[in-house]
């Protein structure tokens, strides 16, 4: 494989993995993908896009337009009477039709799919898709706290528009935040996966931040760890 593939969404996590690979010397592409995504994060993406395109010869950018496909796969679906689930899922849908777009540009260019995850994220409180944003070849930053991911990014110069806005997974096409998701900040939860419970006392919504951090990480699970096998005992294979 002789380069990297990287969706960029005008956060700053794709901002800072797609800046790491960049400074590889090896070939990039960069995709963005939007699905009824706002403005404002077409807007970041582009300039981070055009940013790298312009400081490394070796950067390459493609826009691929995802709305139409999605509401067209949408539009078949049969309807539900629950909304709650189905706009999760489809949220999740989105992540999966992206990583698809990826791994096809990753297919014909011989080239990694990088992925955006921080350690917060995948493999603290599980935040992103199964098969989605979490399928992926390589994760560059996913030793990194969303604190750190910030402080690397400013050092690298990245456009003062992403290191300001607040994250967001963008796949609801409304302004919600990861905050407004988890219920706690990222720095909350990094405190939360550094907690030993040592005896000291911790304040109400220190306890709040960990009940939210536990649940989630006992709930996620599933995308952490390998994917269960049936081990078929020897004496049913004869």
Request: net charge negative.
């Amino acid at each position: 494989m002789s380069g990297f593939v990287v969706g960029v969404s005008g956060g700053i996590d794709s901002a800072l993995t797609s800046t790491l690979c960049a400074m590889t010397e090896k070939p990039v592409l960069l995709v963005e993908m939007p699905i009824h995504q706002a403005p404002s994060h077409v807007t970041r993406a582009q300039q981070h896009m055009d940013f790298l395109e312009q400081r490394f010869e070796h950067v390459r950018t493609t826009r691929v337009e995802l709305t139409s496909p999605f509401d067209t796969w949408v539009n078949s679906l049969p309807s539900s009477d629950n909304n709650a689930l189905p706009n999760l899922s489809l949220a999740n849908s989105r992540a999966r039709l992206r990583m698809t777009t990826l791994y096809y540009f990753a297919g014909i260019h011989k080239y990694l799919v990088a992925g955006t995850g921080n350690k917060v994220e995948d493999f603290g409180v599980g935040f992103y898709t199964k098969y989605g944003d979490g399928g992926v070849d390589l994760s560059p930053i996913a030793d990194l706290m969303k604190t750190e991911v910030y402080s690397l990014a400013e050092s690298l110069g990245i456009h003062d528009d992403i290191l300001n806005a607040a994250p967001t997974d963008g796949l609801f096409g409304d302004d919600r935040s990861d905050e407004d998701q988890l219920g706690a900040s990222y720095p909350e939860l990094e405190w939360a996966m550094a907690y030993t419970n040592n005896g000291e006392k911790i304040s109400k919504r220190e306890r709040e931040v960990l009940d939210i951090y536990q649940k989630l990480n006992k709930q996620n699970q599933h995308k952490m760890q390998p994917i269960p096998v049936c081990i078929i005992p020897e004496e049913l294979r004869t």
